[in-house]
């Protein structure tokens, strides 16, 4: 793969994980207007936290993939399996039906 080709994918991983968690927060920003709840709450929905982590797994692949130096790929692929892990727990946690804990402040609110 030439070196242009490479680049430009590595850098499209870490866009597309940017891209993906504005899109994640956008859509639940507009679903807790729409319900009245507070953003936190909707973004503490496991199927919100599986998407996120993911968000954040392919941000910090591409930057893993695009760094200079070996100390921060190591960094980076560090947060990478951090990432991974968390996506699986809260894809474990959809996939259980767990609901998040409570939001106290909208409970004032009702």
Same mark, same amino acid.
């Given at each position: ?7 430009? /994918? ?9 891209? !993906?968690? %504005? @899109?994640?927060? $956008?859509?639940?920003?507009?679903? &807790? ?7 936190? /709450? ?9 998407? !996120?982590? %993911? @968000?954040?797994? $392919?941000?910090?692949?591409?930057? &893993? ?21 968390? @996506? ?23």
């Amino acid at each position: 793969m030439p070196a242009s080709w490479y680049h430009l /994918v590595a850098n499209a991983i870490w866009i597309l994980g940017c891209a !993906l968690a %504005l @899109a994640t927060v $956008s859509v639940a920003h507009w679903e &807790a207007q729409m319900r009245g709840e507070r953003l936190r /709450v909707i973004l503490s929905w496991p199927r919100r936290q599986v998407i !996120l982590h %993911l @968000a954040g797994l $392919s941000f910090s692949l591409g930057m &893993a993939v695009t760094s200079p130096s070996l100390v921060q790929f190591g960094i980076w692929l560090i947060l990478v399996v951090v990432f991974a892990v968390q @996506a699986r727990a809260a894809w474990l946690a959809a996939r259980r039906g767990l609901k998040p804990v409570a939001d106290p402040a909208s409970a004032d609110r009702r």
